[in-house]
């Protein structure tokens, strides 16, 4: 995905280019296209992205922080047809392990733990193998 006003590379969704209103405003934000000769109608937009933080980390999984909740997103989740186990219960375990694996790190994240840290990757990683040799 490529930034709406100047199509430079999205980093943690938010643009590459420090001189583009989107490196500090997240692309759903319409400040990011305020001062825009084309988009006159955002010229006093109000920004909707002020205490959302959103954290990408390994396997799509995508942190949203609006101060003290948020939530989370990840690939991680099997569904029965494409699901290396064939078992619908071992699916299942698998997906519930998953929602609990997601809920501590969103907690974590929400009580300030540095969850880009190598050493939290590293833990997510050890977690998620446990969780497919133990389902
Ligand atoms: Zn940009
Ligand atoms: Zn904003």
């Not at 071992?90 to 994240?109: F, K, P, Q, T, W």
């Amino acid at each position: 995905m490529n930034c709406l006003r100047c199509g430079s590379d999205l980093v943690r969704g938010l643009c590459k280019d420090a001189t583009c209103p989107f490196s500090d405003h997240l692309q759903s934000c319409p400040v990011g296209l305020s001062d825009h000769p084309q988009f006159p109608e955002y010229e006093n937009a109000v920004c909707v992205c002020l205490g959302v933080r959103r954290i990408a980390l390994t396997h799509d999984i995508v942190i949203e922080l609006d101060g003290g909740s948020g939530n989370i997103s990840s690939n991680l989740h099997e569904t029965p047809n494409e699901a290396i186990m064939e078992d619908a219960d071992e699916v299942r375990d698998y997906n519930s392990a998953i929602d609990g694996m997601e809920s501590l790190i969103l907690a974590c994240a929400c009580s300030g733990v540095d969850v880009e840290s190598t050493a939290f990757l590293e833990a997510i990683e050890t977690a998620l193998e446990a969780i497919s040799n133990n389902t």
